[in-house]
């Protein structure tokens, strides 16, 4: 199996997962390490796995090393995943989401691997607070800003490849993910290590923006499912059915770390910050039956934190960085 992006958050622990459940399946790595403290993500389990720098974008490199390798299925997950960067530099959501998806496409044309792609509820667009609808496989594309705009466009690639060449693809939509490794320019990560080092955590706008949130595991575990028992050419829903505003949360991570209710600040908001998501995964459920397991919130918030908490030196340089760049943003 080959993993892109696998450096990163999900990627990093969907690696260490197939390690440990899966172990029928060799890894390798491709990440351009985007970020220099991605480098760390995979350290302990650095000798179990067959890791490369270099760029998806790069197609004869991957070729390659499928040949290389032997590799028999891809996963994708190598992105620019933060809305908040694409205010910084757009264009890399378009080089490295789409065109990166599409250079994958080309060593699926030539080679014939299997290819799941990961991509996001975003591409549905925003939901209304009050609106009882939730994102399905079939639900319009409506992206809102250049991350959601970017991935829908490496969607419409991979759909294609399944209807122009009948390429052997897959694609998930996730929900918001949550767990150890997260970047922590991140609203979990950001919120809990500013609190860790004395300070106030941020809430964009008004703070009652809806998100779905999901334990990363789980997430991991519907990719599996999907690669076991998905039908090549679909698209598959992840979803917890966990909604919660920003402010919620926000209150239990204070009050999980003995801070008062309103120690929080109100920025501006991100322009276009989308209002809510929801995801109805009762297709992946069914077709692929899978169910998510981590889903007491409060005990996986209360275990994140000590995560953080203990691993001060793999976020420290990272946040000093991140708060600098939310500083030129004004959020
Ligand atoms: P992340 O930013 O932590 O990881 C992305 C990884 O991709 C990094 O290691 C980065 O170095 C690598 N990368 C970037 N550009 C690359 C390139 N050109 N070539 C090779 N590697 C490159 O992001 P994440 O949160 O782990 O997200 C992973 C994937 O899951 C993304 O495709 C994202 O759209 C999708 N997703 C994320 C969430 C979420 O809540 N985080 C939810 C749904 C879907
Ligand atoms: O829905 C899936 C998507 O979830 C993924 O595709 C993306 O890769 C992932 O980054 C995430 O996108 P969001 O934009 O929803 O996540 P983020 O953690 O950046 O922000 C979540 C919400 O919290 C959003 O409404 C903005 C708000 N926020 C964010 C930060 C960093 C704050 O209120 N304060 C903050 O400090």
């Known amino acids: 199996m080959l993993v892109t992006g696998g450096a990163g958050f999900i990627g990093a ?11 029928e399946y060799e890894i390798a790595v491709i990440d351009a390490l985007i970020d220099p403290h991605f480098t760390r993500n995979l350290d302990d389990v650095k000798d179990s796995i067959a890791f490369r720098q270099g760029d998806v974008c790069d197609t004869a490199f991957v070729s390659a090393l499928v040949e290389e390798l032997g590799i028999e299925v891809i996963v994708h997950f190598a992105a620019e995943s933060h809305n908040d960067n694409a205010y910084l530099f757009p264009s890399r959501f378009a080089h ?7 250079s994958l496409l080309e060593v699926v044309r030539s080679t014939g691997v299997r290819l799941h792609h990961v991509s996001t509820d975003e591409v549905y667009g925003q939901l209304a607070l009050d609106d009882t609808e939730a994102f399905t496989p079939d639900t319009p594309y409506r992206p809102r800003n250049y991350y959601s705009a970017s991935k829908a466009g490496a969607d419409h690639f991979v759909r294609a490849a399944w ?5 052997p693809v897959t694609i998930s939509h996730c929900s918001n993910n949550y767990g150890p490794y997260q970047h922590v320019e ?5 919120t809990i290590t500013e609190l860790l080092v004395g300070g106030r955590p941020r809430l964009h ?3 009652r923006h809806v998100r779905e949130w999901i334990h990363v595991d789980d997430h991991c575990t519907a990719i599996h499912a999907i690669l076991d028992r ?3 050419g679909e698209t598959y829903v992840v979803g917890s059915d966990d909604e919660r505003d920003n402010r919620s949360i926000v209150e239990l991570i204070l009050e999980l770390m003995g801070k008062p209710s309103d120690w929080v ?5 991100r322009p276009s910050n989308d209002l809510r998501y929801a995801s109805d995964a009762s297709k992946l459920r069914t077709e692929c039956e899978w169910m998510p397991l981590r889903t007491e919130f409060r005990k996986e918030m209360a275990g994140l934190i000590d995560w953080y908490r203990h691993n001060e030196s793999w976020w420290w340089e990272m946040k000093t960085a991140v708060e600098r ?6 959020r």
């Open 96 to 102: 490295t989401n789409v065109m990166g998806t599409v």
């Open 265 to 269: 600040d109100y920025v501006p908001d």
């Open 230 to 232: 998905g039908r090549l």
């Open 13 to 23: 622990n969907f690696v260490r997962s197939t390690l440990q459940h899966r172990p």
């Open 186 to 190: 991140k609203f979990i990560p950001r």
């Open 163 to 167: 209807t122009q060449f009948q390429l």
């Open 205 to 207: 706008g008004s703070g």
């Open 325 to 330: 760049r939310y500083g030129e943003l004004g």
